[in-house]
């Protein structure tokens, strides 16, 4: 199973953040897993940020939820990650990652099942 993330690295505050993850060697439509999307900021520790499943049931961290969206194509194998009204303290490296649970407890990469390589947004002027 692999995953790679996709997107602009730099956003200009107040825009849209939008991400593409997309899953090969595998149906994200299957299995019941959680496809997820995190977040690592300079300096700080991993934030899990939300997931979808196989299900296409959304979940999402309730300190972003207000600004968060998740979903997916599956015609393309692929899921998304949209935040809204970025500030420079949005800028991270974002992860999409698979596991069985979500994340909200998760504190490293290697806890989930599989991860990508990871790509590097700046939320600048």
């Known amino acids: 199973v692999r995953l790679q993330e996709s997107g602009p690295g730099l956003v200009r505050p107040s825009q849209t953040l939008s991400l593409t993850c997309t899953v090969s060697?595998?149906?994200?439509?299957?299995?019941?897993?959680?496809w997820n999307w995190v977040r690592q900021p300079p300096g700080k520790g991993l934030e899990w940020m939300g997931a979808?499943?196989?299900?296409?049931?959304?979940y999402y961290n309730p300190s972003l939820k207000s600004r968060t969206t998740i979903s997916w194509d599956t015609t393309k194998n692929q899921f998304t990650l949209q935040l809204n009204s970025v500030t420079p303290e949005d800028t991270a490296v974002y992860y999409c990652?698979?596991?069985?649970?979500?994340?909200?407890?998760?504190?490293?990469?290697?806890?989930?099942?599989?991860w990508g390589q990871g790509t590097q947004v700046t939320v600048s002027s």
């Open positions: 979808i499943t196989s299900y296409g049931n959304t």
């Open positions: 990652a698979r596991n069985s649970g979500g994340g909200m407890y998760i504190s490293t990469l290697d806890e989930y099942d599989y």
């Open positions: 060697g595998e149906s994200i439509t299957v299995n019941a897993y959680y």
